[in-house]
C-alpha cells in the first residue's frame, strides 16, 4: 500500500509519498530530486534514537554527505534561540544552497528545520519526514515554517515549501498515545470543514484513540484524506489570502489556551479540540450550524479521548485580550472560522463580544 | 525631474519612484498601495533626526497610524539580536498581516526591515526609502534581506520583495562624503557588468566623489541607470539561480574583507571597491579581460576617491578560508564574477588556487 500526492503551487510543486518502511528509501528518494550532497539532519534526541540511524544510513548509501543537529524536544524549544543553533551546525557543516536540511521529527522539528533552511543562505532545500500523527496530517504540507515569540505561537516565520514530504505510518508505533490524539484532532478538523465522508467514516470507526487499536486501513486512509483535503486548500492560496484560513478551524481560541497555559498544560492537537468544541457552540449559538451536528462534533473528539474544556484557571478577559494578538486578527477584528454544516465552515468576523464570553465561560464549565 | 522604473517578477511587481522631495508624497503613494493603517517607520537615530518629522507627518496625513522603532546605526547592530527587537515593536503596534514596515535608512535598515517584515506574521508588506546612496543603487532593489552571523555577512535571509521603493535624491545632502563615495563603487559596479555607456560617462565626468561636487543630473542618471541594471537582472533571476550572481562583482572578495575585518576598517562599498580591483587583476591575469580596460577600472576607482588594496595585515591564508563560507561557493569552489569586456562579466569557478593567493598578495602591497 502507498500513496503519492501532488502539491502544485504557482511557483514549485512537491510531492507526498505516504507508505509503510518509507524511511528506508529516504535517499534513493531525495536522489531524483536534483539537490546538492550535504545534508543536515534535525531531529529531536528520542526521535534520532528511534530513527536516526535508519535515516543516516539511507542517505549514505545513496551517495549523501549527512551531518545531524539535535534540538531538545519540546513547544518551549521552538524558539529563535533554536534557529541560531542550526545556523551554527548549517555553518560547521558547510552547506551550501543546493544543500539539504532534513526535518525528522514531529511538528516542532519541522516548522524549525522549515524556517532555518528558509532564512539560511536566504534558503536551501528541505525535506519534510514527520513522525508524529499531527506533523504527518498538517504540519509537514503546506509550507508554514517558523518559531514561537514569547507572546505568541508561530508569529515568527516564512511560507516556505518542502521538496519533498515522505511519510512512513509505521513510524507511529514510538509515538505516545496522547499525541497520537493530538493528531487525531487533526484528522477531525479535516472532517468537519472539508471532508464529510472522512468524519463519517471516523464516526463509525472504533480504536480511534491510539496506534494499536485503529485498524492500519483507516490509518492510510486518514493519512492520505488529511493530507489531500490540505493539498488542496494550499494549492488554492498558498499565502492564507482567504480559502486558507479554513485551515485555522478551532485555532484561534486553541492558539489563545495554548499560549496562556506557557504550551505546558496541553498540547497543539489539544488545544485544537478545545477549540473546534468552542467554535462549534459559537456556530449554533450564531445560528450558523445545527445543534444535532455540534454535537456529533463533540462526541467524535470525546469518543478519540480528546479534551473538550477550556483549563478553568484562565479568566474570560485575558483569553479575549490573547485573541487580539492573533495572526488573523484584520482590522481589528478577531476572525472565526465557524461550520455550517458538515463538510464545510464559513469565515467571519461577525462574532458579538458578548456571544464569545458567554462562550468561552460556558466551555470552562461544560 | 522623476522617473519610475516597475520591477516585474513572477509573482510580484512593484515600482521604484525616483524624484527630488520624493519624502513628502509618501503618504500619498503608499495610499495607492492597498495596504493595511498600520506602519512600523524602522530608522536610526541619525537617519530618524533629519527626516523622521517629514517622513511621520506625510505618512499620517494620508491616513496612516505610525510607530517608530530606531536601530543604532552600524553594520554591528546587523544581527538577529536587533530583529528581535524589531519583532517586540510589531508587537507592542499591534502590526497584522496588512500592515507595512517602512525602512528609512541605509543598507543596513533595509536588509534589516524586510527581514523583519518576511519573517514577523510569516509576511508583511515593506516599503523601503533608502536615504544612502548604495541603499538606492543597490539595496533597495531586488528584494535581498538579511542579518549578518558572526561568521559572515548577510547568512542568514530570505528573499522578499518591497511593495514600494521611494528615492529621494536630495536626502543625499545629509550623507557623509565617504558614505557617498561607497555608494559610488556599485554605480561604478554596474558600469563595469553591465552598462559600459554609464561607465564612459563616469569616466568623463568630475567631482564624482561627493554630493556636493557631482553634477545633479548626472546623478539622476546615475540613479536611474543603476536601479535600471539591476531591475533587469533581478527581473531575469529573482532567487539567484544563475544571471543574478553578476550583482556579486566585486563582493567575494570584498565580504571576506569585510568580514576579517569585523566590519570596521572598510565599509561595505569600499570592500566592493578592494574586491572589483582584485577581480579585475584575476580577470587579467587569466586572460579574460585586457589590463588596459582593467587599469581604466582602477583609475576610476581612484578618482572618486575609493581604496583599492586589501588591508596589509590579513593573511592570504585566512582570507581564502573566509572565501570558502561564502554563500556563492557551489560543491565546495569558489565561485568568482570576472569582467570580459567593459559592460559583460563572465561567471567562473575556474580560479586556480595560487593566481587567487598572487592576486591577494599583490593587491596587499599595489
Redesign the interface.
Known amino acids: 500500500m502507498a500513496a503519492v500526492l501532488r502539491v502544485d503551487l504557482?511557483?514549485t510543486a512537491y510531492e507526498i509519498a505516504i507508505a509503510p518502511q518509507n524511511l528506508d528509501t529516504i535517499g534513493t528518494q531525495m536522489a531524483g530530486l536534483n539537490l546538492?550532497?550535504k545534508v543536515l539532519l534535525i531531529s529531536n534526541p528520542e526521535i534520532e534514537q528511534f530513527y536516526g540511524d535508519r535515516v543516516r544510513d539511507a542517505l549514505s548509501t545513496a551517495g549523501f554527505n549527512v551531518a545531524t543537529h539535535l534540538i531538545p524536544a519540546g513547544e518551549e524549544y521552538k524558539t529563535?534561540a533554536s534557529i541560531?543553533q542550526v545556523?551554527d551546525a548549517a555553518?560547521a557543516h558547510?552547506l551550501?544552497?543546493?544543500s539539504t536540511m532534513v526535518a525528522l521529527g514531529g511538528g516542532v522539528i519541522g516548522d524549525m528545520t522549515g524556517?532555518a533552511a528558509?532564512?539560511?543562505?536566504?534558503?536551501i532545500n528541505f525535506v519534510q519526514a514527520p513522525t508524529s500523527l499531527l506533523a504527518m496530517v498538517d504540519a509537514s504540507v503546506g509550507g508554514?515554517?517558523?518559531v514561537n515569540?514569547p507572546?505568541?505561537k508561530?508569529?515568527?516565520?516564512?511560507?516556505y515549501q518542502p521538496k519533498l514530504v515522505l511519510i512512513d505510518p509505521t513510524v507511529l508505533a514510538t509515538l505516545p498515545p496522547r499525541e497520537f490524539r493530538a493528531g487525531m484532532a487533526e484528522v477531525i478538523k479535516y472532517g468537519v470543514i472539508w471532508d464529510a465522508d472522512l468524519f463519517a467514516q471516523l464516526e463509525a470507526a472504533e480504536g480511534l484513540s491510539s496506534y494499536e487499536t485503529i485498524d492500519s486501513q483507516l490509518l492510510e486512509t486518514i493519512l492520505v484524506r488529511s493530507c489531500q483535503a490540505k493539498a488542496a486548500v494550499v494549492s488554492q492560496d498558498e499565502?492564507?489570502a482567504g480559502l486558507r484560513a479554513i485551515l485555522n478551524y478551532g485555532h484561534t481560541l486553541g492558539h489563545a489556551v495554548e499560549s496562556l497555559t506557557q504550551y505546558r498544560l496541553v498540547n497543539h492537537g489539544e488545544a485544537v479540540a478545545i477549540g473546534m468544541v468552542a467554535a462549534g457552540q459559537l456556530a449554533a449559538q450564531l445560528d450558523l450550524w445545527t445543534t444535532a451536528e455540534a454535537e456529533r462534533q463533540d462526541k467524535l473528539i470525546t469518543q478519540t479521548g480528546l479534551p473538550t474544556q477550556i483549563p478553568g484557571q484562565l479568566a474570560v478577559a485575558e483569553i479575549v485580550d490573547t485573541l487580539?494578538?492573533d495572526?488573523k486578527?484584520?482590522?481589528g477584528k478577531v476572525q472565526f472560522i465557524l461550520p455550517t454544516t458538515l463538510g464545510q465552515v464559513k469565515i467571519t468576523d461577525q462574532v458579538p463580544a458578548e456571544v464569545l464570553a458567554g462562550v468561552i465561560q460556558n466551555c470552562q464549565v461544560c
Open positions: 504557482p511557483d546538492g550532497k529563535l541560531e545556523y555553518l558547510r551550501e544552497r543546493s524556517f528558509a532564512t539560511w543562505l536566504r534558503g508554514k515554517t517558523g515569540h507572546q505568541g508561530n508569529l515568527i516565520g516564512a511560507f499565502k492564507e487580539q494578538t495572526k486578527v484584520k482590522a
